[in-house]
């Protein structure tokens, strides 16, 4: 009951935000208040940085590297085009959005996808001048598909970066796996949207009011050094899974690559337009502290017995067949997810799948399943991941106001079909992978 206290009051501050504070300040005092209780001890804090500093890492960097290229241009340039390749359609406008956010979300993680696309997708339906309705129907699409299309690759969610870390699971096998799976839950999004928001999409707009994608590029150099660093990134990280090198000093690399481009530190900074010093003074750093301290936290409920009441509810999932087991797990994780966050609920769902006595093959299909409920679930409700928190913060202060009420009403409309069809594509698919 005491870890349960603690667990919800330091959750309650994370959301809350009391000024000064930050979520990074309220998960550590948390965890200092567990530890000084007795909920989790001295040896579980190396335990837990274990778990979580590659992730945590990996995510800045991710991070920064999204907000250099977006002070560059290179989002608003790619929204533009797609904006112009709609070709005045607004019914092959709104896919082209949701696709141009999966593949954001794919490569700059949810959190960025849903922090720098936001706002210049609403920046381009101002100029396009839709309505209010229909305006809200491309800016639910961007922020649910931040999360339902972050399963592709290991970086694409700090979630899957955890949960592949716990599970000693290669970027490449983690992508054989996820990369399909992930192309159903963004066609099950899109179709779920568009039944959904189908009537409000207008069905034509005018594109003399928008700019030129070339426009939008502030930085001429970092823009040309995105694509070849970028697919550069990607190989980096399929070449060094063999040698061991962790994921957060690949990214890390890349990023110290683009400041250094953006910067023009070769010539004492002259020429340059990203300010770095500024990048790197907003980057999320409090994240460090959250993962340390709300894990922590976390681990307290799992010292006192909620990993074993996780790993009877798999046991007895895993004895039900294949199907049940996936959808029960990733239903189950989803659940959660939405009550904690997602960050503490992957480490509960990991510590109870190691727990839990059942075949290899039905653990492998528990262990991506838990992904796929801690990334797409936590849109049943506004708490349910940082990205979401971070979408609703980015629309209020652009006078979008969404209520909890009207989120929720959406979350519990789209989420469970999208949710159920990826479960499903991963009982069909994993199976047919060699193990």
């Known amino acids: 009951m005491l870890a349960f206290i603690i667990f919800i009051v330091t959750l309650v501050l994370v959301i809350w935000q009391p000024k000064g504070l930050g979520i990074g300040w309220s998960a550590l005092g948390g965890a200092l208040v567990a530890l000084a209780f007795g909920v989790v001890q001295l040896s579980d804090v190396a335990v837990v940085w274990d778990i979580v500093w590659d992730a945590?890492?990996?995510?800045?960097?991710?991070?920064?590297?999204?907000?250099?290229?977006?002070?560059?241009?290179?989002?608003?340039?790619a929204a533009l085009h797609v904006a112009r390749l709609g070709n005045g359609q607004g019914r092959l406008l709104f896919p082209m959005i949701v696709i141009l956010g999966a593949f954001i979300s794919a490569f700059f993680a949810?959190?960025?996808?849903?922090?720098?696309?936001?706002?210049?997708?609403?920046?381009?339906?101002?100029?396009?001048?839709?309505?209010?309705?229909?305006?809200?129907?491309?800016?639910?699409?961007?922020?649910?598909?931040?999360?339902t299309a972050s399963l592709p690759l290991v970086t694409s969610n700090l979630v899957n970066i955890v949960s592949a870390n716990y599970f000693d699971i290669g970027f490449g096998r983690y992508a054989a796996v996820m990369v399909p799976v992930n192309i159903i839950s963004v066609i099950a999004t899109l179709a779920v949207l568009w039944v959904v928001y189908a009537r409000q999409i207008p069905t034509h707009y005018s594109i003399t009011n928008l700019s030129a994608p070339a426009s939008a590029i502030e930085d001429m150099l970092v823009f040309r050094a995105a694509f070849p660093l970028l697919a550069l990134l990607l190989v980096a990280y399929f070449a060094t899974e063999s040698i061991g090198i962790p994921i957060s000093v690949v990214t890390g690399a890349a990023a110290l690559m683009l400041m250094a481009i953006a910067g023009r530190w070769w010539q004492g900074g002259r020429e340059a337009v990203v300010s770095v010093s500024d990048v790197v003074r907003n980057a999320p750093w409090q994240i460090v502290l959250f993962s340390v301290g709300m894990y922590l936290v976390v681990y307290g409920l799992g010292n006192a017995g909620l990993t074993a009441y996780g790993a009877q509810i798999l046991n007895w999932l895993g004895q039900q067949g294949n199907i049940i087991a996936t959808v029960g797990t990733g239903f189950l994780s989803a659940i959660v997810a939405s009550i904690m966050n997602n960050m503490p609920s992957t480490l509960v769902g990991a510590?109870?799948?190691?727990?839990?006595?059942?075949?290899?093959?039905?653990?492998?299909?528990?262990?991506y399943a838990n992904v796929i409920g801690n990334d797409l679930g936590p849109k049943f409700t506004p708490i349910g991941s940082l990205a979401t928190l971070l979408w609703l913060h980015v629309l209020a202060e652009k006078d979008y106001k969404i209520s909890w009420g009207q989120y929720m009403k959406i979350g519990l409309l789209i989420t469970p079909p999208v949710l159920l069809a990826t479960l499903l594509a991963l009982v069909f698919?994993?199976?047919?992978?060699?193990s």
């Open 56 to 77: 945590t890492f990996t995510f800045v960097a991710l991070i920064i590297i999204s907000l250099i290229l977006d002070r560059a241009g290179f989002f608003g340039w």
């Open 110 to 147: 949810n959190d960025g996808a849903a922090l720098l696309l936001t706002p210049i997708v609403i920046a381009i339906l101002l100029r396009l001048k839709f309505s209010p309705p229909s305006a809200l129907a491309f800016i639910i699409a961007t922020g649910f598909i931040a999360d």
């Open 351 to 367: 510590l109870a799948i190691d727990s839990a006595q059942v075949p290899a093959a039905t653990r492998e299909l528990m262990i």
């Open 429 to 434: 698919w994993l199976p047919m992978l060699p």
